[in-house]
């Protein structure tokens, strides 16, 4: 059996079989020995918290197919690393609900070397080209061998694309890229056309250029890292525990428990994130500073205003519940929904999440008194409504400002109110009040029947007072 070690100044790549690193007793100056592994799994009537791993000789390896080739030039291990070949067996049983509780408060950094060390070759991280390259610095800075996928769908924006180069060179590594079926996306494209997705949703498109081709990415794998955080989308990533069992994907086994998933930034803020980057002189994606903060596909993603959450620069034409593209379908928050598919509920009908934009200089309407305030022709005083559900993470970012614009124009002749059209009014919010997606806000001046839309996605005080003085 031949191996190849390639050393450089930074990093050692290997090919061959799957690798896990630990320290050499006859080795000095901190040299690390890296023996050749391939862990094997089997599952036998586990549940979603449990798995059964098992190191087979290398021989009894199955053919991989489409799913992520394991590149030399993908793995990077510490300089000066002593190759040895070694075949055991072991059998190790693991509860990850168990293992998250554990890890509940451990840093990304323990998280990924973790994760490293029990999966070794069979996890890579997912690399999607924005902010989450902290998962690659976390994964670097652990000295262990790793690995980075990324999927292509063939629409990113350049700046994406030079990224990924300049990631590669800057770790020396090689991104496994994962491509949609061709076949697949010509049918989708001649039957409806280049931009589908603006009329009938970005679910089928997703499903085609990123869902699939992630499905056959991790058919390859055992485990694999994500970028997920709980204050990205609130309305649906905020139970994100740091290890699971994957309740979507199946791995290289098949089957129910044969794939984990880590999440290893659950539990840390955007904020924080940018900081490690910075601290750590990490290269990051152009387009942030041109105002884009959560990145994916050229057509589907644009720059955020203050006062709009990070989601809110992806599918902006889509309600805030729509704001995933179906690869971390088992992390959205699953709630009891009414026929329109917005907000929990209870028996009742009665939301189950607490009501937003609560003040004293703010007028809740019901659906009886936004019908009057429609009807009326010559108003008294001046309105600027806004309509919205509370479990919407943009309406919730939006909150702070809509409270301080209602105490500015406090006893000035403009009345500020609010319209809950989620639920069973959000047919006739859309019929009558022109709401395209979570917040709308509309101004009703004192002499017109019809109300004027804010068409801007500018929603700080500033921008809203602006708005209100140039009409009132």
Known sequence: MAFAVTTSSSSTAISGSSFSRSKSKGTQNGSFKVILDRPRTRTHGLNLSQRRSSVKPLNAEPKRNDSIVPLAATIVAPEGAEVVEKVEVEVVEEDYEQLAKELENASPLEIIDKALEKFGNDVAIAFSGAEDVALIEYAHLTGRPFRVFSLDTGRLNPETYQFFDTVEKHYGIRIEYMFPDAVEVQALVRSKGLFSFYEDGHQECCRVRKVRPLRRALKGLRAWITGQRKDQSPGTRSEIPVVQVDPVFEGMDGGIGSLVKWNPVANVDGQDIWKFLRAMDVPV????????????????????????HEREGRWWWEDAKAKECGLHKGNIKEENVNGNGNGAVNANETATVPDIFNTQNLVTLNRTGIENLVRLEDRKESWIVVLYAPWCPFCQAMEASYVELAEK????????????ADGEQKEYAQRELQLGSFPTILFFPKHSSRPIKYPSENRDVDSLMAFVNALR
């Open 285 to 308: 994606n152009t387009l942030h500073s041109q105002g884009y903060i959560s990145i994916g596909c050229e057509p589907c993603t644009r720059s955020v205003l203050p006062g709009q």
């Open 409 to 420: 124009l406090a006893g000035t002749g403009v009345k500020v109110g609010k319209f809950r």
